[in-house]
């Protein structure tokens, strides 16, 4: 789907030409790079990978250990698939032989052939929506509607945490993490009963972000005891009644990256293939996506139908969260995102009370330590300073896990006249520009 996103953003936005897009990737396929100290790991930690051909040739060396850290990685093939969207467009990825290729790449895969055919490729197209907006701090924070979960839970969780006090309690105490965690438990509770493609199941969104419907939800939040498992909101949509919870576990291999050119342009773009590496299947040098487990994995719940559930054409509920922020002007003066899966809507709904609250640099806003709650134990980042929490926690009810919470939130910040961005200390992102 990315290929052809970018496609239909270039379409109505792009100077340059198609062909001299392409160059910059064609010259670091040809020219490589050195193998990170994580992707090494990645490959090391593996259990499937190896069993493709094509990806074991590219990723392994002849007895089957990942190539070293610092090794250069060549990429010809994906060069060469890159040369040809130069040359025949984005259309050549949908369409005949490169389209051929990965129709047969699924359809005879070893560990049984999937349901694409050319034809599944062939009617695919990228859609324009609306972003979901809302305030919250005098700032307008825009996001991505369904099929994405990220920009209504995110303004979810903002509006009720805007309504509980949390500004005025000290970032820094159990107190502002338990208000957090439980404005995000009410939030990821509707996620999974109400959420889904727009295209094939009627969204609440209004209804979901309604200042009524949130004052009632924030009056669930206790100050002295967690609520420990939120239950969805009542909605009165005759459509939307009789839903199940969806139970998709959404496991994270998401790319993000925000920009803002010299003439005020901006783009936040989160993009995943699922769980590290895809399907495992690679086919002219990339790697087919698996978002197929984005899906509920059962049709229903008990009789109750999801919103979630697999359908022919329909396109997975993900927690993807690019966000844009303007000022009470109206200017931007915020783009983020992470990677990160489910945890994404946390990570992003952190920084930006980070950001919007605190008044913290960019830096400071992405070095602070994860915390939050997706309508199951509070989970807390280990190794920080958030284990500090934990018994203060447990005292108000709560079930806390420590564990690792590896985002990678990207974060441009308006600085006076000019702009300062940070890469999240915890990945192998930078923050580059004049």
Not at 284 to 308: C, H, I, K, M, V
Not at 340 to 358: K, S
Request: hydrophobic share 40%.
């Amino acid at each position: 789907g990315v290929l052809a996103m970018l496609a239909l953003a270039h379409e109505k936005h792009g100077r340059l030409r198609w062909e001299r897009l392409l160059r910059p990737a064609i010259r670091l396929a040809e020219q490589g790079f050195s193998v990170s100290p994580r992707l090494h790991h990645l490959l090391d930690v593996d259990r499937f990978l190896r069993d493709d051909p094509e990806a074991r040739a590219l990723y392994y060396r002849s007895d089957e250990t990942p190539l070293p850290v610092g090794i250069r990685l060549v990429n010809a093939s994906i060069a060469e698939t890159f040369r040809r969207l130069a040359t025949d467009g984005p259309q050549a990825l949908y369409r005949g032989e490169l389209a051929e290729a990965i129709v047969a790449a699924t359809q005879r895969h070893a560990k049984g052939g999937g349901d694409l055919d050319a034809e599944d490729l062939r009617d695919y197209h990228a859609i324009e929506r609306t972003p979901v907006c809302a305030v919250y701090s005098r700032y307008r924070i825009c996001g991505m509607p369904p099929p994405s979960s990220g920009g209504i839970a995110i303004l979810q969780l903002l509006g009720i945490l805007q309504r509980t006090g949390f500004s005025a309690t000290n970032p820094d105490s159990p107190q502002a993490v338990h208000l957090f965690t439980e404005a995000g438990r009410l939030a990821f509770a509707d996620r999974r009963r109400y959420l889904g493609d727009s295209d094939f199941v009627a969204v609440p969104q209004n209804a979901l972000l309604d200042a009524g419907y949130l004052d009632r939800r924030a009056r669930l939040i206790s100050p002295q005891h967690s609520l420990g498992s939120a239950e969805p909101g009542n909605l009165p949509q005759a459509q939307i009644q009789g839903r199940g919870d969806d139970t998709a576990p959404e496991l994270p291999a998401t790319s993000h990256l925000s920009i803002v050119d010299a003439n005020g342009n901006a783009v936040a773009m989160t993009s995943s293939i699922e769980d590290a590496f895809g399907s495992r299947t690679m086919v002219r040098g990339f790697l087919l996506n698996n978002q197929l487990t984005d899906f509920s994995f059962q049709p229903d719940e008990q009789g109750r139908p999801l919103a979630n559930q697999v359908q022919g054409g329909k396109r997975p509920l993900s927690s993807m969260a690019p966000t844009l922020v303007f000022d009470a002007q109206g200017r931007l003066y915020a783009v983020l995102g992470s990677p990160g899966g489910a945890q994404i809507i946390n990570y992003v709904a952190q920084t930006l009370t980070a950001l919007l609250d605190r008044h913290l640099t960019p830096e400071a806003a992405l070095a602070l330590p994860h915390y939050g709650s997706r309508n199951g134990p509070t989970e807390l980042e280990q190794d920080t300073a958030a284990v500090d929490w934990l018994a203060a926690l447990q005292q108000l009810g709560h079930r806390v896990e420590l564990r690792g919470m590896n985002s990678g939130t990207h974060l441009i910040v308006r600085d006076g006249q000019g702009w300062r961005g940070a890469a999240d200390p915890r990945r192998e992102g930078s923050a580059r520009g004049n």
